[in-house]
């Protein structure tokens, strides 16, 4: 029973940074590992990065290690996306989501909810 808001997309030049927010209404906002995933134009939906239920652990796509951060604050229900470094690759609708499960966060299938999307663009 949760209801997810992606914000923080835009349009930025190669090279630089943005921060994404994703927040969550309901008061099981902790019992969830969240997961940040994204969507280029006619490309599937690809795995970029997760966090745990405390925040103590987290996982990340190869292509965005080192350059992305996840975290999240519990406390304001709202998990975050650092982006630094972008590259027009990076370019896509990203997904904010909330999974049930300890195991498996790299799967789309494993999330129970998910927000409306935000837009990335990162121009050359």
């Known amino acids: 029973q949760v209801q997810l808001v992606e914000s923080g997309g835009g349009l930025v030049q190669a090279g630089g940074s943005l921060r994404l927010s994703c927040a969550a209404s309901?008061?099981?906002?902790?019992?969830?590992?969240m997961g940040w995933f994204r969507q280029a134009p006619g490309k599937e939906r690809v795995f970029v990065a997760a966090v745990s239920r405390s925040g103590g652990v987290t996982n990340y796509a190869d292509s965005v290690k080192g350059r992305f951060t996840i975290s999240r604050d519990n406390a304001k229900n709202t998990v975050y996306l650092q982006m630094n470094s972008l590259k027009p690759e990076d370019t896509a609708v990203y997904y904010c989501?909330?999974?049930?499960?300890?195991?498996?966060?790299?799967?789309?299938?494993?999330?129970?909810?998910w927000g409306q999307g935000t837009q990335v663009t990162v121009s050359s």
């Open positions: 989501g909330a999974s049930r499960y300890s195991t498996g966060s790299v799967y789309h299938e494993r999330y129970d909810y």
């Open positions: 309901g008061r099981t906002f902790s019992n969830y590992v």
